[in-house]
């Protein structure tokens, strides 16, 4: 009987494996939606060279700092990203600065990936290296790169 039934339950998509596959799936789903608008205040944060923490970050504070802020409106208009900030696990919210880094991090790996692989291709390249003193005698290194990339384009990344 229990065999029949499993039979039965599978068949019309209603067994308990099934149901929770599907629940995992709309997790994984959502997750990744959160984590995609996670990402892109996080880039438009850096494409405009704003900071993205503040003194006080605490839910109190008036200004909790330019991605909190900017997450915030965002939040006001995608019903997931408020449900996930005022709701979600602690350590799922990715709200931190340390988990800010480490994205910001992969990011930037991937930024150099794709420089690095142009270079690859390209008839021509061209190395500058600087090295300066900041205010506080520090020394700063400056590494750019000019090359012309496979379409015939002349590009100039800096690495540092």
């Keep these: 009987m229990q065999w ?3 039979k039965i ?13 599907t629940g995992r799936r709309e997790r994984i789903n959502l997750d990744e939606q959160y984590l995609k608008t ?7 944060c850096s494409r405009t060279e704003i900071s993205l923490r ?7 504070s008036n200004n909790r700092g330019n991605f909190l802020e900017i997450l915030d409106v965002v939040a006001d208009h995608d019903t997931l990203v408020k449900k996930r900030m005022e709701m979600g696990q602690k350590n799922a919210k990715y709200l931190s600065g340390i988990i800010q ?3 910001l991090n ?7 990936d794709f420089i690095c692989t142009d270079i690859r291709v390209a008839e021509f390249c061209y190395l500058i290296a600087n090295e300066s003193k900041d205010a506080s005698k520090k020394e700063q ?3 750019c790169v000019r090359y012309v990339n496979a379409n015939s384009i002349l590009n100039e990344r800096f690495l540092t």
């Design 106 to 112: 992969v990011m930037g790996n991937m930024v150099r």
């Design 4 to 6: 029949a039934d499993w």
């Design 38 to 44: 996670f990402a892109e205040v996080l880039l438009l």
């Design 54 to 60: 503040g003194h006080d970050e605490s839910i109190e």
């Design 9 to 21: 339950n599978e068949h019309f998509g209603t067994s308990v494996d099934h149901r929770l596959e």
């Design 141 to 143: 290194l400056s590494i």
């Design 101 to 103: 880094n480490e994205i």
